[in-house]
């Protein structure tokens, strides 16, 4: 198998954006401006969801200092060589690549942005994603080299952001869009993560992280706000055994939280893409709409 060789730097062929992955229609990065609000989570449900709907989808996590993708998605074996490139390991219908794969386990990555930069090339130029909707790639928390490194390589479809309620979220936030914007990486929409608890036992409904926050930086930014995923054991659950929420439990109302959002992700694309020659599924969305959703009580 290829291993990812870190230590190259920037040598090597100089690839225009177009030529590293031409058989990609969309290039999604998932980001979040501060660590702790879920993103990964985040990440994996809306692949599989994509996925279930009819896409083709791939997850690249290119968060090289916490690669969780390969347990997140229940694909810990590695993946293997195939004429001269690394065919991607494969969950719940979804292409899958990650550091996680190339590194031991307690093995810590203290890289340079350099580094950094040559691992990222290599995940697109090395690895046969063969033809593809979506790619989501899974950024680590801040404004580092890997979002600049992300925007230089591949032409982005654009951007999306995943935040908690609280002010202190989104004051990080804002400043990652603002990141994009300055890249010009168009801004795809804000998702709210950990919105709200609803108890298992009265119904009552709890907002821990405050209320409202992730609509109102939406508004602010003049970016969509594509939805809220309330806080349950259940959603972490399905990380740590690698069954994400929309196929361990695909009626729940939390597997409908990121189906619509999927949804609207989807169908945001392709507003924005309208007269583009070459679409994704056209039904996408529709698709994704007709899932069954949970029976009111």
Not at 28 to 48: D, M, W
Request: glycine share 12%; proline share 7%.
């Amino acid at each position: 198998m290829g291993e990812v060789n870190a230590e190259q730097g920037q040598q090597g062929r100089s690839a225009s954006k177009d030529d590293l992955i031409p058989n990609v229609k969309h290039v999604i990065a998932i980001s979040s401006g501060k660590g702790g609000v879920g993103k990964t989570t985040v990440a994996v449900n809306l692949s599989v969801a994509l996925s279930l709907a009819g896409a083709k989808v791939g997850l690249m996590d290119a968060d090289v200092y916490g690669p969780n993708i390969p347990m997140m998605m229940g694909v810990p074996t590695p993946p293997q060589q195939e004429d001269g490139k690394i065919k991607p390991a494969e969950g719940h219908g979804v292409k899958v690549i990650s550091m996680g794969y190339f590194v031991p386990e307690e093995t810590a990555v203290v890289w340079r942005g350099p580094m950094i930069h040559t691992a990222i090339q290599q995940f697109f130029r090395d690895v046969n994603w063969g033809e593809l909707d979506y790619l989501l790639v899974d950024l680590p928390p801040g404004t580092g080299d890997a979002q600049l490194t992300l925007s230089q390589l591949v032409p982005l479809c654009g951007a999306v952001t995943v935040t908690t309620p609280q002010e202190v979220a989104l004051h990080d936030v804002r400043k990652g869009m603002m990141m994009f914007q300055k890249v010009n990486v168009p801004l795809l929409g804000l998702i709210e993560n950990m919105s709200y608890f609803v108890c298992g036992h009265c119904g009552e409904r709890t907002e821990i992280f405050s209320h409202g926050g992730g609509e109102r930086a939406a508004e602010k930014l003049g970016i969509p706000f594509l939805g809220r995923i309330p806080i349950d054991p259940a959603i972490r659950a399905g990380g740590d055994t690698g069954m994400p929420i929309v196929v361990a439990n695909p009626t729940s109302p939390q597997a409908t939280a990121f189906r619509e959002i999927a949804a609207k992700l989807a169908d945001g694309i392709r507003g924005t893409n309208a007269g583009a020659g070459d679409q994704p599924q056209a039904s996408i969305g529709s698709l994704l709409k007709k899932i069954k959703r949970p029976q009111s009580t």
